[in-house]
C-alpha cells in the first residue's frame, strides 16, 4: 500500500477502533502528545520489548538487563550535560502564534525534494516499463543529483549551524528557504532561541526542604550511574553491556504525528562497555546486529536505512540513525552511538567517586568506552502498525482491511470460532482455548456469522482463526485460517499449539522466516 498522509490517517483512526492506541484522558479532550496503549496496543509493545529483551539479554552472555528509577538525583543532568544542552531551537510565526523546532521546519522542506525525487522515479518507471533500472537512474539522473545535493547542503548547514549554536544562521537558512507557516502562510520568523526539554518535579513535602528533579529524558543514565554495581555483581568483564526498557520524558514543543513524537515514551537501551581505542569496531558491529534484528521483524528490508550523523555531538565519535519508511517518510527509528568515556568520566567528576574498571586481563585501571544502542519503543509500535495496515481487493470484488502484524508481536494470537451457537460446539470451543490459554493469548469468538469474523480478526491482525464446526464433534479436527492468505486447514485438535508455536517463540519465529 502507498506510503502518504492518507494512509497515515487512516492508521491512526484504525488504531483507535481496534483498541489499540488512544488519546491520554480523552474524556477532558486529552493530553497534546500523551497516548495510552488500549488491550490490544499493550500487547503489542509488551511482545516488541519481549522480543527485544530475548535477544539483547538472553541472547548475549555478556549483556544484562536492569530497571532503574526514573526519578534520579538532579546532579545526574549537570553532569550528563542535560542541564545546559538538552535543548531544541525553537521558531515562532509571529503571524499565527504558532511555535515551531526549527530543525524540524527545515528537515520538512528537504521532506519536499525528497518527495520529488520519487515523482521523478516514478515518471521514469512509467516511461521506460520493465528496463528501467531504479539504482542506476537514481545514482545517474541530473535532476535527482540535483534534489539530493540541495537536501545534503541544506541539511549539513543546519547540522553545523546548530552545532556550533549559531541561531542566526539557521533563521536566515529558513529565510533564504523561503520556507512558510504552514498556519499563516508567512515568513513572519521570530529569532531561532533554544528551550531545555526536561520537565522538572520537586522531592518532599514541605516547600523549603523540597529538592529539584527532572524525570529522566533517556534511560541511558540510569545504566552509568549503576554501571560499578552492575559490573562486580554480574561479574562481567569488558566488553560487556547494560540493558533497560523503561520510561523517558520531554517537554517535545513540536508534538505531531501520533506517537512517533511523544512527551511521555519508552526506551529500549543498551550501553555496552568497550576497551578505549576499540570503540569504533563494535560500533560497526552494533550497526549491523541491530539491522538484523529490524530485518528478522520482515517488515521488509528496503523500509530501512542508515543516517550517519554529518555533525556529532559533543560526547560521541560516531553516530548514527536507523530510519524506518513512516508513511510520512524515512525517520529516525533507533540511534546507535560511539559515546566515548564522556557519561562515565562526568559522573567520575561530579561525584568524587572512582568510576574506572580494573582490567585484571592488562592489570591496569581505565574509565571504558560505550557504544550504545537507543530505540524508541512506541516508534517501533508505529513502524509495525503502519507498516502492516492494509487494504485488500478480494477476487470476488469487495476490499478487506488487514494488519499484517508479525505473528511474533501481534496481540491475539488465535482467535476461536465455534461455527455456530449451538449443538455444543461453543463448549468445545471454550475448551480448547482453556488448553491453549496459558500459553497463547487466544480470544474466544461467537458473535455474527463466521465471514463477518474472520474480518474482524483480520482487521485486529489476529494471525489465526480456528473454526470449530459438526466434523470437529466427529473427528477431533478444527480449521485453522491463515489472516493473509485466507487459506484454510484442517488439523487435529492436539495439533494447534504446534502450529501457533510460531508466534509466541522467537527461535520458531526465526526459523519460519527463512524458509
Ligand atoms: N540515550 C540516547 C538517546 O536518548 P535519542 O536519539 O535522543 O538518544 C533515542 O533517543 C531514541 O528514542 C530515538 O531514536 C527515538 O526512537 C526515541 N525517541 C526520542 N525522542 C522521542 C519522543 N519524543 N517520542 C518518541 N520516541 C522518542
Known sequence: MAKNDDTFRKVIAHAKEYGYIFASSEIYDGLSAVYDYAQNGAELKKNLKDYWWRSMVYGNQDIVGIDASILMHPKTWKASGHVDAFNDPLIDNKDSKRRYRADVLIEEHVDKLDKKIEREVKKAQKRFGDAFDKEQFLETNERVLRYKKEGQDILKRMGESLAKEDLADVKALIEELEIVCPVSGSKNWTDVRQFNLMFSTKLGASADSAMDLYLRPETAQGIFVNFQNVQQTSRQHIPFGIAQIGKAFRNEIVARQFIFRM????????????????????????????????????????????????????????????????????????????????DLKAHETASGRNLKYFDPFENKSYIPYVVETSIGLDRLVLAVLSNSYQEEELENGTTRVVMKLPAIVAPVKAAVLPLV?????????????????WEYNVQYDDKESVGRRYRRQDAAGTPYCITVDHQTKEDGTVTIRDRDTMEQERVKISEISNRLRHTVSARDWIAQLKK
Open 421 to 437: 451457537r449451538k449443538d455444543g460446539l461453543p463448549e468445545l470451543a471454550k475448551e480448547i482455548i482453556e488448553d491453549l490459554q
Open 263 to 342: 512527551r511521555e515514551f519508552e526506551q529500549m537501551e543498551m550501553q555496552y562497555f568497550v576497551k578505549p581505542g576499540e570503540e569504533l569496531e563494535w560500533y560497526e558491529h552494533w550497526k549491523q546486529k541491530r539491522l538484523e534484528w529490524h530485518y528478522s521483524l520482515g517488515l521488509g528490508k528496503e523500509n530501512y536505512r542508515f543516517q550517519d550523523h554529518e555533525n556529532l555531538s559533543h560526547y560521541a565519535n560516531a553516530a548514527t540513525d536507523i530510519q524506518f519508511n513512516y508513511p510520512f517518510g524515512f525517520r529516525e527509528l533507533e540511534g546507535i552511538h560511539s559515546r566515548t568515556d564522556f
